[in-house]
């Protein structure tokens, strides 16, 4: 079955799962205080998002992240509440073995980019120990807020690779119990992707390069517990939307040698080769403006995943902190759209002088 996109569906998430936004805490907070809070209510207050909160289009069970930044070396081993013999391997490629009685199955990894399909226990999952990672994630999400999670568990390319990945494998389905999905390219799940240490909407500094994991503990900094499964990613610049890929009670991974496509180009209100008066206002516009972000120049350089972005909330959440430009002098505005399920679209241009 070939993963949904969002060309198909407007989205690369299913809408089961929902988000509610946090508020926003600065990240020099002494000692990383908890900061947890909800939906806002009619007096303009957030209230509580509960540990049962969705990971729609951004999951909120989010925190402020330690103020040093600091993380488990990659790679080390579990605490010691956490340990677990070290796996075996039987003779197609490191599956760990145990027991039939070990646990139910958790977790179905299959699609035709893997070589067969595999399922996998908890315990399973836990006897990796060279797989084992200990990360902290900076996350954004829609709001947006700016926030961290703490999660352990296996590499997801350490697991991928023990369940036999293709090599052709291009895109990924992940999907909970309760139905909810979200896709990704190779690139959001191999690529090089990071964590700030100081992450604010004015501002995020202090990156690491984290894998994606699938955790089975995690959790707001500094309370992270046992939970059920889920996937976490880092971002490939701290505006990047990651919290709708950490899909709750998660089930089943598929693989897929089809890719997921890319996204179309930002569109321009004012024409590439315009004249317009002083005071003309521009508005940068998508086909799917809530799953992606546009990320612009003015000044005819090429725009990053650091350059200032155009959208930074969404339709349902904050569309007022979308705002055209307003034009003063002659410009090159160059843009380009990204989100999560496709490739960052090309880049266009938009030369426009004024008079």
Avoid at 4 to 15: I, K, L, M, N, V
Avoid at 127 to 152: C, H, K, L, V
Avoid at 235 to 242: H, I, K
Wanted: glycine fraction near 10%; proline fraction near 7%.
């Amino acid at each position: 079955m070939a993963p949904a996109t969002a060309g198909e569906t407007g989205d690369t998430t299913s809408p089961i799962q929902s988000e509610e936004p946090l508020t926003h805490a600065e990240p020099s907070d002494p000692g990383g205080t908890i900061v947890t809070t909800g939906t806002p209510g009619p007096d303009g207050t957030d209230g509580a998002v509960g540990d049962n909160e969705g990971a729609g289009q951004g999951d909120q069970h989010q925190a402020l992240q330690a103020s040093d930044g600091s993380e488990t070396e990659h790679g080390s081993p579990p605490s010691p509440d956490n340990t677990s013999a070290p796996a075996s391997a039987d003779d197609t490629g490191g599956i760990a073995l145990v027991p039939e009685d070990d646990g139910p199955v958790i977790l179905t990894i299959g699609g035709d980019g893997v070589n067969t399909e595999t399922t996998w226990t908890l315990n399973q999952l836990q006897a990796f120990q060279d797989g084992f990672r200990d990360i902290t994630y900076s996350t954004t999400n829609n709001w947006p807020s700016f926030s961290a999670m703490t999660a352990q568990g296996v590499s997801l390319p350490y697991l991928l690779r023990q369940a036999g990945l293709a090599d052709n494998a291009a895109s990924f389905k992940f999907t909970s119990t309760d139905g909810f999905y979200t896709t990704l390219t190779y690139d959001q799940v191999f690529g090089t992707l990071y964590s700030y240490a100081d992450h604010s909407a004015t501002g995020s500094s202090g990156e690491y390069a984290v894998e994606s994991i699938i955790a089975w503990i995690w959790g707001d900094v500094g309370k992270a517990r046992p939970e059920n499964i889920r996937p976490f990613f880092g971002q490939s610049g701290p505006w990047e939307v990651n919290t709708s890929s950490f899909v709750k009670n998660l089930c089943k991974i598929e693989v897929f040698t089809s890719t997921a496509g890319v996204w179309d180009v930002p569109v321009s209100s004012v024409a590439d080769g315009a004249t317009v008066s002083e005071g003309t206002e521009l508005e940068l516009s998508h086909s799917n403006m809530d799953s992606v972000r546009i990320y612009y120049t003015l000044d005819g350089s090429e725009p990053d995943y650091y350059s200032p972005v155009y959208n930074p909330s969404t339709a349902y959440f904050q569309p007022q902190l979308t705002k055209p430009l307003v034009l003063s002098e002659s410009i090159t505005v160059k843009a380009f759209a990204a989100g999560l399920g496709r490739e960052r679209s090309a880049t266009v241009t938009f030369v426009i002088t004024v008079e």
